[in-house]
């Protein structure tokens, strides 16, 4: 049965992904109008009142052992409980710098005169070293890395920066140029692998979180075709097909749940825990 949500799930994610960019720039903009309900970045925002956190900034505080308030705790609990439940969705449906490193890859890919991906699935290894490396230097250094290392926390304050008549900083120098060797040479890498926000989110998944699975029976439009159009949708250039290895580098973005809905219905979102795979059995059978 077909899901009228996962038919439509790039264009009500592209609508997620403009709305809180919008809301982004809509926040200063309050605020410099004395409406003060909403206050922050995607570092922090109060909400009213309640003060919404990011996990790695919140991590970041409890290694330099300041001060945290039972405030501060609740403040976690919106992005811990949506990425239990759904993954890292905030980096595919709210992230800005997703959004923006989608469309510049996205135009690479379009004009490049090899356009066609394999679609690998790298080893979840690279992800956890590099946030043991963030977080490491962080405790050993006591430097805040993660004011500098957050993107998402980057360019809504930049944006905030701007409208306030503060101007551009180098910061945003930072990201445009993380931006261009990222989408370019690198091939979404950050978001892939070094993102710190990313892999907090991630080491945040359970059995139960909603993940893709792969039902390759039912593929019967891309079997042995090259260019498989659920790969190809990718905006992170993974393979969906091999949902074993997926995770913890897909951040549910389902595009190619979406393609796939219009071509077989092979890929599926689930709640499920994933089954065993069986033990390979030894030649004398044990």
Same mark, same amino acid.
Not at 70 to 90: D, S, T, W
Not at 124 to 150: E, K
């Given at each position: 049965m077909k899901s009228w949500f996962l038919n439509h799930a790039r264009i009500l994610r592209r609508s997620m992904q403009v709305f809180t960019l919008l809301f982004l720039i809509a926040i200063p903009i309050l605020n410099r109008n004395g409406i003060d309900a909403l206050v922050g970045t995607l570092y922090s925002i109060d909400l009213f009142g309640w003060t919404i956190l990011d996990p790695a900034m919140f991590l970041q505080l409890l290694m330099? @052992?300041? #001060?945290?308030? !039972? &405030?501060? *705790?609740? =403040?976690? $609990? /919106?992005?811990?409980? +949506?990425? %239990?439940?759904?993954?890292?969705?905030?980096?595919?449906?709210?992230?800005?710098?997703?959004?923006?490193?989608?469309?510049?890859?996205?135009?690479?890919?379009?004009?490049?005169?090899?356009?066609?991906?394999?679609?690998?699935?790298?080893?979840?290894?690279?992800?956890?070293?590099?946030?043991?490396?963030?977080?490491?230097?962080?405790?050993?250094?006591?430097?805040?890395?993660?004011?500098?290392?957050?993107?998402?926390?980057?360019?809504?304050?930049?944006?905030?920066?701007?409208?306030?008549?503060? @101007?551009? #900083?180098?910061? !945003? &120098?930072? *990201?445009? =140029?993380? $931006? /261009?060797?990222?989408? +370019?040479? %690198?091939?979404?890498?950050?978001?892939?692998?070094?993102?710190?926000?990313?892999?907090?989110?991630?080491?945040?998944?359970?059995?139960?979180?909603?993940?893709?699975?792969?039902?390759?029976?039912?593929?019967?439009?891309?079997?042995?075709?090259?260019?498989?159009?659920c790969v190809k949708s990718c905006p992170l250039d993974l393979n969906p097909r091999r949902s074993h290895n997926l995770y913890p580098t897909c951040y549910n973005c389902l595009d190619c749940v979406d393609t796939c809905q219009h071509h077989g219905g092979a890929l599926e979102l689930t709640q499920r825990p994933s089954a065993k795979r069986p033990k390979r059995r030894t030649p004398d059978g044990d």
């Open positions: 330099l @052992g300041e #001060g945290v308030t !039972l &405030a501060i *705790v609740l =403040g976690i $609990l /919106v992005p811990v409980l +949506l990425a %239990l439940i759904a993954g890292r969705v905030f980096c595919s449906w709210m992230c800005p710098y997703n959004f923006i490193a989608e469309g510049l890859y996205g135009l690479r890919r379009r004009f490049s005169r090899n356009p066609r991906t394999k679609g690998s699935n790298p080893s979840p290894r690279g992800i956890w070293i590099s946030l043991a490396v963030v977080f490491g230097t962080i405790a050993i250094t006591g430097l805040p890395l993660m004011v500098f290392l957050s993107m998402p926390g980057l360019i809504s304050a930049e944006l905030s920066d701007i409208i306030f008549g503060g @101007g551009m #900083g180098l910061e !945003l &120098a930072l *990201v445009g =140029g993380l $931006l /261009v060797v990222d989408t +370019l040479f %690198l091939k979404r890498m950050w978001c892939r692998t070094l993102c710190p926000v990313g892999a907090i989110l991630a080491l945040l998944r359970t059995p139960f979180t909603l993940k893709i699975q792969s039902h390759p029976r039912q593929c019967v439009q891309c079997d042995g075709v090259k260019d498989q159009l």
